[in-house]
């Protein structure tokens, strides 16, 4: 009798649950399944040898879950090397796990990847298959991953109300979205446009170079036309030499557990933006806010359409390691308008690599998107999308004309 062991790392999503959820009530279908578990914390509770019996879970709670946001698992920001790996195997063959199931973005599957070859290594008959997530819609191969659907109908949607607030007391606002090295997130806030005069006014992605004087060109151009602007610019922007901005910017640099640059966590890049532009060019009325977290495992607008699919991978995952022959790391693809289907590639095609944004969905000005990026990702944000409305300017005569 089989073993499920089933994982979810780095950062949460709000439909994350609906994978483990699939691929736990998949796995359960099966025969010769006997046990399955869950690791607290990814592969640090793998490690840790912390694991929760998903077998003794009701299928009613389970899909309580299912619906809920953030990794219900915990989560871990762990980068396993080779020897990290070794340790994971070493759990895993002590536990006689058969199936390894790890949902995550890039560091993820490279995970399995190591522990596959490592299970190989010592002729250990497991299957291990990578299960995709992330915000940041990165992950080659995919059309586009779990989670991002749900996050950027939350920039969508706050975009909307950053637009309409700004568009009632007018002035300058800038958010920071996620995004280190790939601008969907960002891109995403485009589609809370419905006037012509709407924003965001400008996008900034960091797929293009960043320059800081070009930027308050743009800003101030965009305030002579419209008087307002409205910007949305992604924590990944750096200049010509790949520096971020916001260690141009900074005087003082905070650095995570894995020596990155904090871009977006300390609200610092939204402030010194909008500095630059009090200082530079004179504008008083100038506000900044940075989304961080709050994108992520937001619970009041997730898509549909990132529920089912999310939910899909799981029970496919299950499915291509009872079935199949081989070890991987399942994806989407698009086919029609709008469906989606799935398949499994070898681990090392997905590993590690990131995808970034398409130049076909970039405006030449590499300030806006395209109508390709629009179509794109509308069929993603799912059914119920708001719209934002305008009172007509039938304007009065003046009586008293001065």
């Known amino acids: 009798m089989a073993k499920v062991l089933i994982a979810q790392g780095g950062g949460p999503t709000a439909v994350i649950n609906q994978s483990m959820v699939g691929a736990v009530l998949e796995s359960r279908k099966f025969n010769n399944v006997e046990l399955v578990y869950g690791a607290f914390h990814g592969v640090r509770g793998i490690v840790d040898e912390e694991f929760l019996d998903l077998t003794q879970e009701t299928t009613h709670n389970l899909e309580m879950v299912a619906e809920t946001p953030s990794s ?8 396993p090397d080779l020897k990290y790996c070794q340790e994971i195997f070493k759990v895993l063959k002590a536990h006689e796990i058969s199936y390894f199931f790890y949902i995550g973005g890039n560091d993820s599957s490279d995970t399995v990847r190591i522990v596959s070859e490592e299970a190989h290594k010592a002729g250990y ?55 280190r090295h790939a601008g969907f997130l960002t891109a995403a806030s485009a589609l809370g446009k419905k006037f012509p005069d709407d924003g965001p006014h400008l996008i900034y992605l960091p797929e293009r170079v960043f320059d800081v004087e070009k930027f308050l060109a743009d800003v101030k151009a965009t305030m002579d036309r419209y008087g307002r602007c409205v910007v949305a610019v992604s924590e990944g922007i750096h200049d010509a030499e790949g520096v971020p901005i916001a260690l141009k910017l900074a005087k003082n640099v905070e650095k995570d557990d894995h ?22 060019l004179g504008v008083k009325r100038v506000r900044g806010d940075t989304f961080g977290y709050v994108q992520r495992s ?27 022959d081989m070890d991987g790391s399942v994806v989407i693809d698009r086919t029609g308008f709008y469906s989606s289907d799935y398949r499994l590639v070898p681990l090392e095609v997905v590993a590690g690599k990131t995808k970034v944004m398409p130049d076909e969905f970039i405006a030449p000005s590499g300030t806006d998107v395209t109508d390709a990026f629009r179509m794109y990702l509308r069929p993603l944000l799912g059914s119920g999308m708001p719209d934002a409305y305008r009172l007509r300017q039938n304007l009065v005569s003046k009586v008293l004309a001065k």
């Open 72 to 79: 219900a698992l915990g989560s871990t920001r762990d980068k």
């Open 125 to 179: 008959p497991m299957r291990s298959i990578h299960i995709p997530k992330t915000i940041d819609n990165d992950l080659v191969e995919n059309d586009h991953t779990p989670g991002f659907p749900s996050a950027a109908r939350f920039v969508a949607q706050a975009f909307i109300g950053a637009n309409l607030d700004n568009y009632a007391l007018p002035g300058i606002y800038i958010a920071v979205v996620m995004g």
């Open 259 to 280: 020596g990155n640059v904090q871009l977006s966590g300390t609200g610092a890049l939204a402030d010194m933006l909008c500095d630059e532009i009090r200082t530079k």
């Open 298 to 324: 937001f619970i009041g607008c997730v898509s549909d359409v990132d529920q089912r699919e999310a939910r899909e991978v799981g029970e496919k995952a299950v499915q291509f390691a009872m079935w199949g």
